[in-house]
């Protein structure tokens, strides 16, 4: 029971603050009338963590927010970003986006997926990933732990979904210097994707992610 609750803490650390950030202002990135920045990466939580994308997918600098307690970084086309059109696409249609927690004593991600695995099936658990913190709107499909991350597939029908969004998307949980990454990769309601292609963006995401930060990918 107490490392059940404490998952649970820590899950509500990790996507509550980051995911208000995500229904308050972020939108799915879309092709402006002008060049516009759109880098590859970006630091974050006083520049101790970056933070980037597999090939094609770049930062939208307007839907970055970095605060003292959190992270969330959205990412999407490079050549919709900067309207250039010789910057890259990605392979697939998504919306990338990742959250960073403040450093935290929890319990690593890789000695917690089991509880995390139970964690998310529950009630509880569904309430954390709903972005209207609902239960009943989200369908967790599938949880499974692999190399030191926990990933997550799930259905959100929730009214908080990014305008553009679909409802289906893979999320993993990580640890990076102290702290707990979440990432996650968005399908996009007029162009869905297959299971296979989210999970294999995400996992090129997470293990960019790791180099980026010199943690070691398995």
């Not at 996650?184 to 790791?210: C, M, Q, Y």
Request: with cysteine; hydrophobic share 40%.
């Amino acid at each position: 029971m107490k490392l059940h609750l404490k998952t649970g803490l820590v899950a509500l650390m990790v996507l509550g603050a980051c995911d208000g950030m995500i229904q308050s202002s972020a939108k799915v990135p879309s092709a402006t009338t002008t060049a516009a920045p759109a880098p590859e990466k970006v630091r974050v939580s006083g520049k101790d963590v970056v933070i980037a994308g597999p090939h094609g997918f770049c930062v939208d600098p307007t839907e970055t927010k970095d605060t003292a307690s959190s992270a969330f970084v959205l990412l999407g086309s490079c050549a919709a970003i900067a309207n250039a059109s010789h910057r890259p696409n990605p392979d697939i249609p998504a919306i990338l986006m990742a959250t960073v927690s403040r450093k935290t004593e929890s319990a690593p991600i890789a000695s917690s997926m089991t509880s995390l695995a139970r964690f998310f099936k529950s009630e509880a658990g569904r309430a954390a990933l709903s972005r209207d913190g609902k239960a009943k709107t989200v369908e967790v499909i599938e949880t499974l732990g692999r190399n030191d991350v926990f990933y997550i597939h799930a259905r959100d029908s929730s009214t908080g979904t990014l305008a553009g969004a679909g409802d289906e998307y893979w999320r993993a949980l990580f640890n990076v210097k102290g702290r707990i990454v979440s990432v996650s990769v968005v399908w996009l309601e007029d162009h869905p994707i297959s299971t296979a292609e989210g999970f294999e963006t995400l996992g090129e995401f997470t293990n960019r992610i790791k180099r980026e930060n010199a943690v070691a990918v398995r």
